[in-house]
């Protein structure tokens, strides 16, 4: 069954309550708990691989410091991803793009937000990022999404098969043009802490065959 055809479990950034976050580690952990679907991120190297993390900076998720964009994957490879969580995932890297999708083909679908950076505007990054998906992952099975709204058009031109959807902060744009302008199958509102979306958004998107997927910060 393809991605939206069927109720989504969707593991953020992998397993990340139990496994350190965007980590094969992580993937694997949401696999096994029964996710019908990941969600990770993409940043490039300072030698345009393609590789999973969050922030913009290493500092956070590894024993290291410094931009990834300003980091050659060789140097990526060093550091460790997974002691700053746990001692039992010390030495655990940062993964490649390839290597992930890789290991998920066949097993769950995929959400992959591509994080608003220099170099996306390039095509041979986005060529880089499709051919990849193209070789490991079902287009059926995949969705890009960004923020950046020009990312996700780009992709939609280069790729018309492939499901792509707009992240963005409920109410703060007109959403139903910015999915018309960016050729979007899916919305992504981020919703404010413990709210709601109201049915006739939902309504209102089901009309233009918009399907919606919100997220909400709540921990209830």
Not at 103 to 113: C, P, R, S, T
Not at 114 to 133: M, Q, Y
Not at 185 to 197: A, E, F, G, K, Y
Request: hydrophobic share 40%.
């Amino acid at each position: 069954m393809y991605m939206f055809e069927r109720f989504e479990i969707v593991g953020h950034r992998g397993a990340a309550a139990y496994a350190p976050e965007n980590t094969m580690s992580s993937f694997k952990k949401a696999v096994e708990l029964g996710a019908t679907s990941v969600e990770f991120d993409l940043r490039l190297t300072a030698d345009g691989r393609v590789v999973v993390i969050h922030d913009e900076h290493v500092d956070r998720t590894t024993n290291g410091r410094g931009k990834v964009s300003d980091l050659t994957h060789a140097q990526l490879c060093l550091l460790d991803a997974g002691g700053w969580y746990s001692p039992e995932y010390k030495r655990t890297r940062i993964p490649l793009f390839s290597d992930e999708l890789k290991y998920l083909n066949g097993k769950v679908g995929a959400m992959i937000e591509i994080k608003d950076e220099v170099g996306w505007e390039d095509e041979k990054n986005i060529f880089s990022v499709l051919s990849i998906i193209e070789k490991y992952g079902s287009l059926k099975q995949v969705e890009i999404i960004s923020f950046n709204h020009s990312i996700v058009r780009q992709f939609k031109i280069m790729e018309s098969n492939l499901k792509t959807g707009i992240l963005y902060r409920h109410n703060s744009i007109d959403w139903l043009r910015a999915a018309q302008i960016a050729r979007a199958d899916v919305i992504h509102p981020i919703l404010p802490r413990n709210t709601q979306l109201d049915e006739a958004l939902i309504a209102k998107a089901h009309n233009h065959n918009l399907v919606v997927l919100a997220t909400s910060n709540s921990k209830s």
